[in-house]
C-alpha cells in the first residue's frame, strides 16, 4: 500500500534496475525510488507520490534520456489502462528480468543450483500463462 507523504517533492532520477514488480528503482542521496513505466538507464523527472514500506513511490512528470531497454510500446493505451507494466521493454530485457526473477525464487527456497534455462517466446497476442506441477521424487525434482 502507498501511504501519502507530505509534500509532492520533484527528483531527478536515473533507473538502475527493475524491481520485482516490474518498477524501475533509482537511488539518490540515500533514497530509493520506485519509477514505473522505466528501464534500466532511463533518466527522468518524477513526483514523489507516496511510500511502499522504505522505498518513495513516485510518477514520471517527464522522461529525459531513454535507457537501452526500451521500446515503444505496441498497444496505444499502455501506461493508462492498468494492465500491462512492461510493454516499453525490448525483449531481450523483458527475458533477462523474467528469468531473473524464476532464478531468485529458486534461490530463496535454496535451489540456487537449479539450472533455469532462457524464457520460452509466444507470438504477439498469444496466451502467456501456464500452469505448472512440481513433483518431489527420491532424488529430484521434476517441474513440468
Known sequence: MTRRTKSAAIVDLEIDALGA??????????????VPYTVAGDRVRARVTGRRG????????????????????PCSHFGVCGGCALQHLDD??????KRQRVVSALARRGLDEVAVAAMARTAPGGRRRATLLAIRRKHDTAIG
Open 21 to 34: 514488480g516490474g518498477d524501475g528503482m533509482a537511488a539518490r542521496d540515500g533514497k530509493r525510488y520506485f
Open 54 to 73: 522504505d522505498v518513495l513511490a513516485t510518477e514520471v512528470v517527464e522522461r529525459l534520456a531513454d535507457g537501452p531497454g526500451r521500446v515503444a510500446p
Open 92 to 97: 531481450a530485457t523483458y527475458d533477462d528480468w
